[in-house]
Each structure stands twice: as structure tokens, then as C-alpha cells.
């Protein structure tokens, strides 16, 4: 079945730094990859998403990059500062003609003032 | 501008009384998801609606049913709730048919005694 795959599952950056956030999937015709942060007691926020026609999307801090042939795509954090503490989750569309998102396991991303 | 909007933001039951979470949104979105997202998980589909057309996850719990009288509105109906059910319960909705950029309600906490 669908399955998509997360690590690592904690990470801890010292403020400045960078941060990056690994996906892994299974199912080769998946075409749409989001990533949603989360903070504490709140609901998931869509950050940045990619499709499968593009390899790499970037947004001010924040990238993602796709490698179809290896179906890896990962979540790259620049200049990390406190507000970007959070758990982080990835996400890959599955299936045909009724398409769902299926999520990866979660990312709790600390950064260290 | 709450788009989408879970009540209530807790809800405490009891063991096997029966419990209604509602969601309504105000972006006229076509699909609507309900998601459980149990301490340190991701969130699990349990089942959507596409207009009227609903859509059960196969390993969804019979425990759990869902109502959509209108566009604007879903209830997540938990008839007998066991101490396995406590968990965030997140709506969600989309404008197409095929999981992509979710808006999530700020969700309900549900605990059972």
C-alpha cells in the first residue's frame, strides 16, 4: 500500500543554521508533495508544496527538492530562527481517480536560540 | 476570516456515549476530509466527502460515521467512544477532488473517560 517514510523524527539546529528533512516514497506515480507545519496545540499549515514535474521550489527560508527516479524529496530550512520550531510532516498524493494525501510519520524540528 | 471551523475545541465524553464533532467552512469547498491525529502521529484519514459522494478509509473503524447535510457543513459521529478513540480530530477541506492544499480546522481535542 501507500507509504511514505520521514526521518529523522527529531532535530535539533542551533539558531542560524540550516535544517533538512527527508521523505521517502513508494509509490512511483505520486505526483503532488506538500509539507505542513504544525506547531503545538495548533492545526497544520501548508508551507510549500511541489509537483512531480518540477525538481526544486523555493520560498524566501524555505525549499524543497524532488528526486523522482530515487522518489525522495526533502525540506530544506534556511537561517533557521525560533518561530520555525514545530513538527513538520510530509506528505505524498496517492492513487488514481481518487487521490489522497498520505502522511510521513513527522519531523519535530527544535531550534536552539 | 475562520475558513474552516471545528466546535467544539474540546469535548470531554464517556466511555461508550455517544459524541458529534462538527466542521463547517466558509470557502465552498468541494471535499471535505475528517483526520484523527492521535499525541506524536500524523494525521489518519478516516473518510471524506466529495460533494455528496462519501469516501470510507478501509481500515476506519465502523465506531465512526459522517454526515454532510450541505456543502457548508460535516459531523464526525462517534457512536460507542473507547479510550482508544481520545485523539485530536482535524477537519479539512479542498477545492478539488484529489487531496491537494488542505485547509485544516483548528481541531477538537476529544478525550473519554
Known amino acids: 500500500g501507500e507509504n511514505v517514510e520521514q526521518h529523522p523524527s527529531t532535530l535539533s539546529v542551533q539558531e542560524g543554521d540550516s535544517a533538512v528533512i527527508k521523505c521517502t516514497y513508494s509509490d512511483s506515480a505520486s505526483n503532488y508533495f506538500p509539507w505542513y507545519k504544525q506547531e503545538l496545540g495548533k492545526r497544520p499549515q501548508l508551507i510549500i508544496d511541489?509537483?512531480?514535474?518540477?525538481g526544486e521550489k523555493k520560498d524566501q527560508r524555505i525549499a524543497v527538492t524532488l528526486n523522482k527516479t530515487a522518489k525522495h524529496f526533502s525540506l530544506h530550512i534556511t537561517e533557521t530562527q525560533p518561530e520555525d520550531s514545530a513538527v513538520y510532516f510530509c506528505?505524498?498524493?496517492f492513487g488514481f481517480g481518487n487521490e489522497k494525501l498520505t502522511f510521513g510519520t513527522g519531523t519535530r524540528l527544535t531550534i536552539i536560540p | 476570516d475562520a475558513m474552516v471551523i471545528q466546535n467544539p475545541r474540546y469535548q470531554v465524553t464517556q466511555f461508550g456515549k455517544p459524541v458529534t464533532l462538527s466542521c463547517s467552512q466558509t470557502?465552498?469547498?468541494?471535499?471535505m476530509y475528517w483526520y484523527q491525529q492521535k499525541s506524536s502521529q500524523a494525521p489518519k484519514l478516516l473518510f471524506h466527502y466529495y460533494d455528496k459522494d462519501f469516501n470510507n478509509e478501509a481500515d476506519t473503524p465502523d465506531n465512526f460515521q459522517s454526515r454532510r447535510p450541505n456543502t457548508s457543513f460535516c459531523f464526525l459521529d462517534i457512536r460507542s467512544p473507547g479510550l482508544g478513540d481520545a485523539a485530536m480530530y482535524l477537519c479539512?477541506?479542498?477545492?478539488?477532488?484529489?487531496?491537494?492544499?488542505?485547509?485544516f480546522g483548528s481541531g477538537t481535542q476529544l478525550s473519554v473517560l
Open positions: 479539512a477541506t479542498s477545492i478539488k477532488g484529489a487531496g491537494e492544499k488542505l485547509f
Open positions: 470557502l465552498n469547498h468541494n471535499v
Open positions: 506528505a505524498a498524493l
Open positions: 511541489i509537483r512531480s514535474n518540477v
